[in-house]
């Protein structure tokens, strides 16, 4: 099964692009990258996910390598209040696969935004 | 309104003490999963279900049970609660597994 690696904290000035890295080097070709956030002890937030091509929502942007061994999130325009605890998540996928709904969460990497 | 229920939402209970929090989810999905989030890292999965009585360990599975009887019920059951277990736990849901996965708001559990 896949692990994700994230940096455990980053800042970012209010009104920049915050651009959130994460690391999943082993993943394999079924498994799906999502991206959650949390903010304190509630529960995880959808921000978005992809499986190989990059993905976009009114939210976030999400870059997936070509080799899909590192995805980054990016948050265009951070406000205050996208500061929270932000969680790649790496989850298998397929119809048929025995294993397929098994999800590995990172540490996640707290992400403060600064005016 | 889709929703992911779990109650309780705060126990606090001896060890031993059999308990089960359940987990309830309106949207008719296949995939459930249970989740504990202990101080600083980030949710690992318990268990997790692909449809009903169809179950399987995630990454922690020990001191737990599940069972899915039912498409929109998913409980989790703690039979000898030790205070190891004290913990955050979240229940998720979802359709296939390519589509957005719903959290409730979790069950905080204190054994002592």
């Known amino acids: 099964d896949a692990k994700t690696t994230q940096p455990p904290s980053m800042d970012c000035a209010e009104g920049r692009a915050a651009n959130l890295p994460c690391n999943h080097s082993?993943?394999?070709?079924?498994?799906?990258v999502y991206w959650y956030r949390q903010i304190h002890s509630q529960g995880p937030q959808y921000i978005i996910h992809?499986?190989?091509n990059n993905e976009t929502n009114e939210m976030a942007s999400l870059i997936i390598t070509e080799d899909r061994k590192s995805s980054t999130l990016i948050l265009p325009h951070a406000t205050l209040r996208d500061t929270a605890v932000y969680y790649c998540?790496?989850?298998?996928?397929?119809?048929?696969?025995?294993?397929?709904?098994?999800?590995?969460f990172g540490d996640g990497t707290t992400l403060t935004v600064k005016p | 309104e889709a929703q992911v229920t779990q109650n309780p939402r705060y126990l606090i209970t001896v060890t031993g003490k059999k308990l089960t929090v359940t987990c309830s989810q309106n949207?008719?999905?296949?995939?459930m999963s249970w989740y504990r989030q202990d101080p600083g890292l980030g949710l690992r999965q318990i268990y997790y279900?692909?449809?009903?009585?169809?179950?399987d360990k995630g990454d922690v599975p020990e001191g737990y049970k599940v069972s899915r009887k039912e498409k929109r019920n998913f409980p989790l059951i703690l039979e000898s609660p030790s205070p190891n277990q004290t913990s955050l736990y979240f229940c998720?849901?979802?359709?296939?597994?390519?589509?957005?996965?719903?959290f409730g708001e979790g069950s905080w559990l204190t054994v002592v």
């Open positions: 949207m008719n999905h296949e995939y």
């Open positions: 998540i790496v989850r298998v996928g397929g119809l048929y696969n025995t294993n397929a709904g098994k999800s590995t």
């Open positions: 998720a849901s979802s359709g296939q597994t390519g589509n957005t996965i719903y």
């Open positions: 992809g499986l190989k």
């Open positions: 082993t993943i394999s070709g079924n498994e799906y």
């Open positions: 279900s692909m449809n009903v009585e169809v179950t």
